[in-house]
DNA sequence: CAGTCGATTCACT
DNA sequence: GTGAATCGACTGA
């Protein structure tokens, strides 16, 4: 028997508790992402836990910057960021106000609004790799940069907010290094994904860049 | 103020 | 499997 997805929104308290504890327990939720033509909805199966200033691998590592000062703000909060020159991905902000911990949301299943991902997403083959990948994630969606700092838990409208959905249990959770996180930051298995989803983004190593002439 | 590199993706071989 | 794309944040001088 399969239950139908839980729609009410996940209240401030469910972020405002360990990333570790969070991480896991965002999988199988349902992120809602608002548009002016109308809502795109999908189910979360991949995320990575980024534990504020104590994690190399996490932003917040050398402190509060314009760039991350979200992380260091109040709980279930929307954080933001571009790289590689032409990509966005998404962290909910996790832990209380001034502490800097956030989970980055990796991949998911689409679930409603899937024509509209499609516009976004023209390289994607199958509906499966919509948002199969964080910077594939932010795209389908539509979130970047003026998203960032978006309360996912205010009341009344919000650009992104995130309902309860069908958490998965535990013995479907699997866990493993960070994708791509570089030095220090990718020894720690805080990757959470559903067990043999097919949405779940391949792992792949940090490759460091080649130098330029 | 110049150099380096990234919580990645895509096109090609 | 390999390399290019592309730019802003951060670093260190």
């Known amino acids: 028997m399969i239950a139908t997805p839980d729609r009410t929104p996940l209240p401030r308290e469910f972020f405002d508790r360990p990333v570790l504890e969070v991480a896991p327990d965002l999988l199988g939720r349902i992120l809602v992402r608002t548009t002016p ?4 909805a999908l189910r979360l199966t991949e995320v990575e836990a980024y534990d ?3 994690d190399p691998g ?3 590592y050398r402190g509060r910057t314009a760039r991350n000062d979200v992380m260091f703000g109040p709980p279930g909060h929307v954080y933001v960021y571009f790289t590689y020159g032409m990509w966005h991905c998404m962290n909910l902000v996790c832990g209380p106000d001034g502490t800097a911990s956030a989970v ?5 299943e689409i679930v409603e ?3 509209l991902a499609r516009k976004r997403r023209l390289s994607a083959r199958n509906d499966k790799e919509l948002a199969k990948g964080p910077a594939r994630l932010a795209t ?3 979130v970047a940069r003026p998203l960032d700092g978006s309360d996912a838990c205010a009341l009344g409208d919000t650009p992104l907010r ?3 959905g069908t958490p998965i249990t535990s013995d479907q959770v699997r866990n493993g290094p960070r994708t791509g996180v570089s030095g220090d930051g990718g020894v720690h298995p805080w990757r959470f994904w559903v067990a043999n989803d097919p949405t779940v983004s391949p792992y792949r190593a940090h490759t460091p860049r080649r130098r330029s002439s």
């Open 37 to 40: 033509d109308g809502p795109i």
């Open 52 to 54: 504020g200033e104590n």
């Open 58 to 60: 996490s932003h917040a």
């Open 104 to 108: 980055l949301l990796r991949a998911g």
């Open 113 to 115: 609004g899937a024509e």
């Open 140 to 142: 389908a969606l539509e």
């Open 162 to 164: 995130v309902l309860a």
